[in-house]
């Protein structure tokens, strides 16, 4: 096992989580091509191929690589706290998102998360106004507008999530005029077509769309067939952190742990 390419087994996982090669390299902060040339020679070693791209996915030899990866993972995680001595991170972390940024990148990663970090309670709070961190009434928040900074409150970038358009039919799913901020109103309001159904958000959108009800705007890691007469539009996502407890050992976790898990599903 001394030729095992761990690096590259990492780097494949990132890229199965995230679907892409930018995606991964988002996630991973590394130059794209690094990571296109970390999972070729992983291949090569294996001697299986892993990856057939963002539309096909991994390889059946690839999912299963993954599935013992992830393994390896929690292994890894465990024998550091082990080594070093400390304990797994343990508390309550309050984490405020749009409702469906909750739903697609952090519900589908709670077990993988809860394997990680068994002794984190992770409170969930989909909301789409900001909830005041200096009041405590959250610890980590995600926004895809960029707030004002309030205090100390700690602000940095995760990635740009990435939209497409979906959906069939003549008609697009718009947004109330309450809504009409949102840069998806604006890219809907630009498209020439008729607009048959008004919500107030972009988990209706999404719900819409799937429902074969019309087009719309939603997220490239939502949709199962984009449009390719549209070119994709982005929003970048951002991370606010309370000033106060975000040096705790279970915030910190959840900022190093869940946080990269959301932008490799979100982001490319």
Not at 176 to 197: C, N
Request: hydrophobic share 45%; aromatic share 4%.
């Amino acid at each position: 096992m001394q030729d095992m390419d761990w690096d590259g087994l990492r780097v494949f996982q990132a890229v199965a989580q995230a679907g892409s090669f930018a995606g991964a390299a988002q996630a991973l902060g590394m130059h794209e091509t690094t990571i296109a040339r970390a999972v070729r020679r992983l291949e090569r070693q294996m001697g299986q191929i892993l990856w057939r791209g963002p539309e096909a996915g991994v390889t059946p030899e690839g999912a299963v690589l993954c599935a013992h990866v992830d393994i390896m993972a929690d292994h890894a995680m465990m024998a550091r706290a082990a080594v070093s001595g400390r304990t797994a991170p343990r508390g309550a972390v309050r984490l405020t998102a749009v409702p469906w940024v909750v739903e697609a990148a952090v519900v589908p990663s709670w077990q993988r998360i809860h394997a990680q970090l068994p002794d984190i309670t992770l409170s969930l709070i989909g909301a789409h106004d900001s909830l005041n961190l200096l009041h405590g009434e959250a610890d980590i928040a995600l926004r895809l507008a960029r707030p004002e900074v309030q205090g100390d409150v700690v602000v940095r970038k995760l990635g740009d999530v990435r939209f497409v358009v979906a959906g069939e039919g003549p008609d697009w799913i718009g947004y109330v005029p309450e809504m009409a901020h949102l840069p998806q109103a604006r890219w809907t309001s630009e498209v020439d077509g008729p607009t048959g159904l008004r919500v107030s958000d972009q988990g209706a959108v999404t719900a819409a769309v799937g429902a074969g009800l019309g087009r719309g705007w939603i997220p490239a890691c939502l949709a199962t067939d984009p449009d390719p007469g549209f070119a994709a539009r982005t929003r970048p996502l951002w991370c606010l952190t309370h000033p106060r407890t975000r040096h705790a050992p279970a915030v910190r976790a959840i900022c190093d742990d869940v946080l990269a898990l959301v932008a490799a599903r979100l982001c490319d």
